[in-house]
């Protein structure tokens, strides 16, 4: 199984900036895409962005114009740069991997906290 876990988070006002890293060996050689989910309390786990192995990105509209993400095939590592944040971006991100092959499908991370005060 490619294994992503990410790192990155933290607290910061509103209006800061973060930058989410996920790392997962074998992501590239294994032709994984990667998917960045978030959960807020009390509520659902939410997609919100995500880049295929041709490096294609796609953005939930919440983020769209504030979030990049973007990945570095030499380490195996997709990175999410959070600017303009809110407090409602308040969450436990996750990272997922899926693709085509078994390797890849629905490996996540163990999750790291992101928190915005106002």
């Known amino acids: 199984q490619v294994q992503p876990v990410e790192s990155g988070g933290g607290s910061v006002q509103a209006g800061g900036s973060l930058r989410l890293s996920c790392t997962a060996p074998?992501?590239?050689?294994?032709?994984?895409?990667m998917a960045w989910y978030r959960q807020a309390a009390g509520k659902q786990r939410e997609w919100f962005s995500s880049?295929?192995?041709?490096?294609?990105?796609l953005y939930a509209e919440t983020v769209k114009g504030r979030f990049t993400i973007s990945k570095d095939t030499t380490k195996d590592t997709v990175y999410l740069q959070m600017n303009s944040l809110k407090p409602e971006d308040t969450a436990m991100y996750f990272c997922?991997?899926?693709?085509?092959?078994?390797?890849?499908?629905?490996?996540w991370g163990q999750g790291t906290q992101v928190t915005v005060s106002s």
């Open positions: 074998g992501l590239t050689s294994a032709r994984c895409n």
């Open positions: 880049v295929n192995a041709a490096g294609y990105s």
């Open positions: 997922k991997t899926y693709g085509t092959f078994e390797l890849c499908r629905d490996n």
